[in-house]
């Protein structure tokens, strides 16, 4: 235990004064590149919920427009009765024209 003892070094101040100068500065640098990387990462956050905002905004529009769907059906049924309805006039009248046609014709 001795030999340990005696085989330690003593650093002088200035050694230990670079070291203290080296360790600060890295731990500059590495202050400074985690702030850069999580301004990254910020920045990117902000473009994610940009498109989400996006893409929530054209799901509301697509549900907005399937909420009216059953309407559409309905006004398929009704226009499918008035085209009945429409028919039907239509050979009304063809038969009046032809009643027309043949009293003036005599």
Known sequence: MNTLVKQQQQVSKDTAH?????????????????????????????????????????????????????????????VTQIYQAAGGIKRSTERIERAVVGDAKK
């Open 18 to 78: 670079s070291y203290w100068w080296i360790s600060l500065a890295t731990g500059g640098v590495v202050i400074a590149v985690v702030a850069l990387l999580l301004t990254i990462l910020a920045r990117t956050a902000e473009q994610i919920e940009v498109g989400v905002g996006q893409i929530w905004q054209t799901g509301k529009m697509i549900a907005n427009n399937t909420v009216h769907i059953p309407l559409l059906l309905r006004t398929n049924q009704i």
